[in-house]
């Protein structure tokens, strides 16, 4: 298949890594990736902050970047900015009384997954050991990210996905459903209640043991990571894909180094 | 704009429903308080359990859902019809309909219809819609005194409080307050009550026992209303419900406009989804349907006040509509995460939680009080939406009114604000991708600033102030990935590994 | 000058302007039981315990002993007026029987001072354990099922239906109605459950069957 991949604004910026362990992954399955350069971001920034307007700027973009390209299927390594593409794009489109972005919008949407819906519903993939060749022999933990979870009903796509990496020790999260408290401009407009949420989730994260957290949502785990380590906690996180593209031949390497000591 | 332009003016939503404190300020001393937030914690999370247990036994949950928010829909879209089928049907069987424009009327209809009895007390059965107008404040001004008569009213009554919770009004009360508050204000109290919950259950049905068997007036509220027979139901707990609607002579019943269901068969549904949603129990205790008048059995002087204030207002936005559809359930705000740690009092409303941060605003307007602080109390988590028995997008709504209140202050100010300037700047960022890939040219700065252990540890401004609050930032990486894609990978059509970091990568995030 | 009503109706239209149409309805949830007269009464019996009533199961020549052993030792009972021998036998003619009836009802205080009530019913739903009253001449007014504090409730299997769709279809809801399921309670402390604060403290029901 021609994959064209979302890498989303944050991964593209700040977690490059997960983007390239992304292409990685679907090239070993052989798959051809392209990179539609016109691509920023999907604008959940602005819509869910009320910016309805720039918002429109932004979906205009993302919609034309990718009609721009020929693919078959597009991926993005986050739940959040797959639901946003699906279901808030068309939305914002009719808000703002532009019908033709509107069902522009909507096909592209039709076509966009997040990662482990595309492994697992359209290519197959159930055993990441045999199939992907992911070895990853850590302890694990993961955080279901809401929007994945409540909007695209991931379900267990990504924790089963997770179980079959051989090597990798899985312990089940306490309250594992509960937000983590990012929620985008929710972390700075109200920090008080999103630094309380946070407590508690990586809190939680530190119970189980594990040396690692794990999620589908860059956004996520760029909060959850800060704050494990602003509470010097000794756990870390890493995208799933990340894990997903760790073979016994190219193992991704924890530096434990870098760690604050507790 | 999605509010529909109407032909005469804004109806003045008034009483109980403003937040006078900006949400995040307000939580912000509410987190603080150690007590409440174990009481939440744990009421919550019980609730939360009981309600997912009752909810899982049923095989048709969804369906009900279903049913539940078409039923909503279609009594909003056909409202008038309704509420004049309800009039008749209820006046047919010698009720009498009030309509009251909004908190003030309705507080003089009900103190007028008190007085015509010649009473200066009246009993009440909790209702969050009297609570709304702040009608026991009002009566107390006219000389009348109105007296709660469900359990944990009577606590918030007694304790000189503020409900905090739809359902459980007293739940940031334990038992050892509310004992305190028993013995210091109950005038017939045993002075060695202890705090058992049943023997505090069994001080207040002492203490209101001879009140309902001596009670002229009553006042209630109604869960439901049925267009289709002009039925009135109350659904309780405890049985002052039951005191309060058989007992006295005259009943006084305030509902608000959007309480109808249409047909009688419609209950079917809904009393599947009420009590299980609410209290997480198949079903409550007691429920009182009543009809006008019942010949030689209850209240003879049958009274509704129909209450608008700022239902019309809600109605009137296309896109925040639906947020009428409520049933006063409180699901949404037992699986809510900012309410479970910032409490109902935090949103300065009768209505907190997920559904008072849309129905608020709705009612009075964004531009009111602080009501256009409450659509940013949330994470958008979506538990919310998942639990409301009438499907209501509350998300959605949120995002809605978010849009609404940046509106707003944009008409308010020309200046504009710290959120303002950063959501330009994005925009311009996310418009184009070689926007993007200029903007991450200023990344190494951000290794710079992360220093040795690649961390930073304090960002600039009010607002990227609030994330290093109590997060740390990770340093940025060397090079952006659409950097990567266009220097290093090697376009292949096939598989393989690519490039010269074949032999393994440092990762993690630090 | 326009009325509150006039008003409030003008401005509900106006909302409405942008002409909103009513959906189709899905009634996909479940409207008619699978248990049959047993399975509904195994089930009944099972949320009465579950939220401590008192059940028995009688034939229909019990039900005057049964209800007659719950009233031992109470100093009074009221029923009303269309409860007669075939439920009450012998207890029709109790000198501690009061009977609640037109030109003949009971004041507040009579009530509170009357230990116990006997009532039939309309229709129970079995999935939830609720007793629906009617104020039909064999259950009375509301109130004396509410201020005496123990009542004895006769349930004939026959009444029987397991989900509430099936109910509703057998009520006429502008009569009067009680829905009862359970004694009372509140979780509004701490969200314990307590039992028993205001109406009858004491609920025993009587399910009358001919297995």
């Known amino acids: 298949m021609r994959i064209a991949l979302f890498a989303t604004c944050i991964v593209d910026a700040m977690y490059p890594d997960t983007a390239i362990a992304t292409v990685k992954i679907l090239e070993r399955l052989g798959h051809q990736v392209i990179f539609p350069p016109g691509q920023a971001c999907c604008g959940q920034m602005h819509m869910n902050s009320g910016y309805l307007e720039q918002a429109h700027t932004v979906v205009s973009n993302h919609v034309r970047a990718f009609e721009e390209q020929d693919w078959d299927v597009a991926v993005a390594p986050s739940g959040s900015c797959v639901a946003s593409v699906k279901d808030q794009h068309p939305l914002v489109a009719t808000r703002c009384g532009d019908d033709s972005l509107a069902s522009r919008a909507t096909a592209v949407g039709q076509r966009t997954y997040e990662l482990s819906q595309l492994l697992t519903d359209v290519l197959g993939v159930t055993d990441a050991a045999a199939q992907l060749g992911s070895y990853f022999p850590h302890e694990v933990t993961y955080h279901p990210s809401c929007h994945g979870m409540r909007l695209l009903g991931l379900g267990t796509r990504q924790s089963d996905l997770l179980r079959s990496v051989e090597g990798l020790s899985y312990r089940e999260l306490p309250d594992a459903e509960s937000c983590c408290g990012f929620g985008g401009t929710f972390s700075m407009k109200v920090p008080d209640v999103s630094g309380a949420m946070l407590e508690d989730k990586a809190r939680n994260i530190d119970s189980t043991g594990a040396e690692l957290c794990t999620g589908g949502d860059a956004s996520c785990l760029l909060h959850i990571g800060g704050g494990l380590s602003r509470l010097k906690l000794g756990a870390r996180t890493v995208h799933l894909a990340e894990i997903l593209a760790s073979t016994r031949e190219e193992p991704l390497v924890i530096n434990h180094e870098k760690e604050a000591t507790r | ?68 928010s078409a039923v909503k829909e279609s009594v909003m879209a056909d409202l008038p019809a309704l509420l004049e089928e309800f009039e008749a ?65 009577l606590i918030v009554q007694l304790g000189h409080d503020t409900p905090s919770h739809i359902l459980v009004p007293a739940i940031h009360k334990n038992r050892e307050e509310i004992r305190d508050i028993f013995l210091k204000e109950m005038g017939d109290v045993d002075p060695n009550l202890d705090s058992e919950p049943a023997h505090l259950a069994e001080a207040a049905r002492k203490h209101l026992r001879a009140k309902f068997l001596s009670a002229k007036v009553a006042i209630s509220g109604a869960n439901f209303g049925i267009a289709e027979t002009g039925t009135l139901a109350v659904v309780e707990s405890e049985g002052n419900g039951r005191m309060c609607l058989t007992l006295p002579e005259t009943l006084i019943t305030v509902m608000g406009i959007e309480k109808l269901l249409p047909k009688a068969s419609d209950l079917e549904a809904f009393m599947q989804l009420l009590p299980r949603s609410s209290t997480g129990e198949r079903m409550n205790p007691y429920t009182s349907m009543w009809t006008g008048a019942a010949h030689d059995d209850g209240p003879q002087n049958v009274h509704l006040v129909l209450l608008d204030n700022g239902r019309t207002n809600a109605l009137a936005d296309v896109h925040g509509r639906s947020a009428l559809h409520c049933i006063r359930c409180s699901a949404c705000m037992n699986v809510c995460p900012v309410y479970e740690r910032a409490g109902g009092h935090a949103y300065g409303s009768t209505y907190p939680g997920p559904i008072g941060a849309i129905l608020s605003p709705l009612l009075t307007g964004v531009d009111k009080a602080e009501n256009g602080t409450l659509p940013y109390a949330s994470s958008l988590c979506g538990a919310c939406y998942v639990a409301c028995p009438v499907k209501i997008n509350i998300p959605e709504i949120l995002v809605h009114l978010r849009g609404e209140d940046v509106e707003a202050r944009r008409k308010r100010s020309k200046r504009p604000t710290e959120m303002d300037l950063v959501m330009k700047g994005a925009e311009w960022a996310f418009s184009k991708g070689s926007h993007l890939g200029l903007a991450e040219k200023g990344l190494p700065l951000g290794r710079v600033a992360a220093g040795r252990d690649g961390k930073i540890k304090k960002l600039p401004g009010h607002l990227l102030g609030g994330w290093t609050q109590f997060r740390d930032v990770p340093a940025p990486p060397k090079r952006s990935f659409r950097d990567w894609w266009a220097k290093e990978h090697k376009d292949s059509s096939g598989p393989g590994p690519s490039g010269p970091d074949a032999a393994g990568q440092e990762g993690g995030q630090a | ?152 409730c006769i349930v004939p299997a026959s009444t029987v239906v397991q989900l509430l769709p099936e109910a509703m279809e057998r009520l006429d809801i502008t009569h009067p109605l009680t829905w009862i399921s359970g004694p009372s309670a509140t979780s509004d402390i701490e969200l314990e459950r307590v039992e028993g604060v205001h109406g009858p403290r004491t609920l025993d029901v009587l399910i009358v069957s001919d297995r």
């Open chain 2, 1 to 68: 704009m999605s509010t529909v332009n109407l032909g005469m003016p804004r109806v003045r939503a008034e009483g109980n429903l403003f937040e006078e404190t900006p949400f995040a300020d307000y939580a912000r001393e509410e987190l603080k308080n150690t007590q409440l937030r174990a009481n939440l914690a744990h009421a919550t999370h019980s609730i939360r359990d009981k309600r997912l247990r009752v909810v899982s036994e049923l095989p048709d949950w969804e369906q009900l859902r279903d049913a539940g």
């Open chain 3, 1 to 152: 000058m326009s009325t509150a009503r006039e008003e409030i109706l003008g401005r509900i239209r106006d909302a409405l302007a942008d002409a909103p149409v009513a959906p189709e309805v899905p009634r996909e949830y479940r409207r008619a039981g699978t248990l049959d007269e047993a399975g509904r009464v195994e089930q009944l019996v099972d949320r009465l315990e579950d939220y401590k009533a008192g059940v028995q199961v009688v034939t229909a020549d019990r039900v005057p002993a049964a209800i007659a052993a719950h009233l031992r030792g109470a100093e009074s009972f009221v029923t009303p007026e269309g409860l007669g021998a075939e439920w009450l036998g012998e207890l029709e003619q109790d000198e501690r029987r009061r009977v609640d009836k037109p030109g003949q009802r009971l004041s507040v205080t009579e009530l509170d001072a009357t230990s116990a009530v006997v009532t039939a019913s309309k229709v129970t739903v079995s999935e939830s354990g609720t007793i629906i009253l009617d104020a039909s001449p064999d259950q009375g007014r509301r109130a004396i099922t509410l201020v005496p504090d123990h009542h004895v």
């Open chain 2, 89 to 153: 049907n209820f006046t047919a069987r010698g009720g009498v309909i009030h309509w009251a424009r909004d908190a003030d009327e309705a507080n003089r209809i009900v103190t007028d219809l008190i007085r015509e009895q010649g009473a200066d007390e009246v009993v009440k059965v909790k209702s969050m819609a009297t609570q709304e107008i702040g009608l026991n404040e009002h009566l107390a001004e006219q000389g009348i005194s109105a007296f709660e008569t469900d359990l944990a009213e």
